[in-house]
């Protein structure tokens, strides 16, 4: 899948890309409500909204993005606002928080350590950072976007010269099969759920870290899961067969060049033993010795 620098929650809807953003901020709303927020690096502002319909006492969105940070504003909840800042130098009027929530920000940004001190800057006390970071060793590598991707003991070691308590969540991708009674079948908001796994997975090994930080005792962090269409699934499909069928035919290609190379070089055998064998002649025996008679006696009278 292209890369792409933002996540759009009305272009991407139905995508194992919109249940990878989505799921961060569901989870992160069990763990902010009653609180005043930060949503550093807020985008469209699908998350701030969220944590406010969640429960969030107040959420505070900022972008760099003036664009992006004005279209928020203009559809903004109650309990959210927005503002445009660079998150390495928040303006003071923001105000300090209980919670802030940084998602997918840091790989974009050549002093990711900045950021961090920024953040840890705006939090109260016993504020807590929740920040995640795509896993270098596992995620897709050429994003043109990212600068530096945090593998999961970087991320626990800036957060670790911050922060007196920290603790890695893994959030991985998996491919899923439900069973639902016909009303939650067509529900799209938060159910609730048993969770079977099929899988095992390795810590280290996950598509993105989420670091939760603070100076105070860690919350609890229950699992979440976030279900989407099957549409990436067939996308992969897709591309895989076209990748096979892009392989098939440069197969052929290299078949016939190498047959048209076989060819061209049995004709090019056939060209040197016709010289072979005339050079071999009485003919072409006199023929060279007249030419180097030739030469010789031109070269005389040059000299």
Known sequence: MRPVERFDP?????????????????????LVKGKRVLDAGCGTGYGSELLAREGAAEVVGVDVDEAVVEAAQRVAPDGASFATADLRELPPGLGDFDAVVCFEVLEHLDEPETALDALAAVLRPDGLLVVSSPNRDVYPPGNPYHKHEFLPDELAQALAARFAHVRLVRQH????????????????????????????????KELYSVGLASNAPLPPAPPLVMLTHTADLKWWQELLQGLRDEVDAKSRHVSDLEGWLEQRDAELKEAFEMIHSMQATRV????????????????????
């Open 284 to 303: 072409w025996r006199l023929g060279a010795a007249y030419w180097n008679l030739r030469d010789r006696l031109l070269r005389r009278r040059l000299g």
């Open 173 to 204: 991708n998996w491919l899923a099969a439900a069973l639902f009674e016909d009303e939650d079948f067509a529900r799209l908001e938060a159910l609730p759920a048993a969770v079977a796994k099929a899988a095992p997975g390795d810590p280290g």
């Open 10 to 30: 009305e272009l991407m809807r139905g995508q194992l890309l919109e249940a990878e953003h989505l799921a961060r901020y569901r989870w992160a709303a069990e």
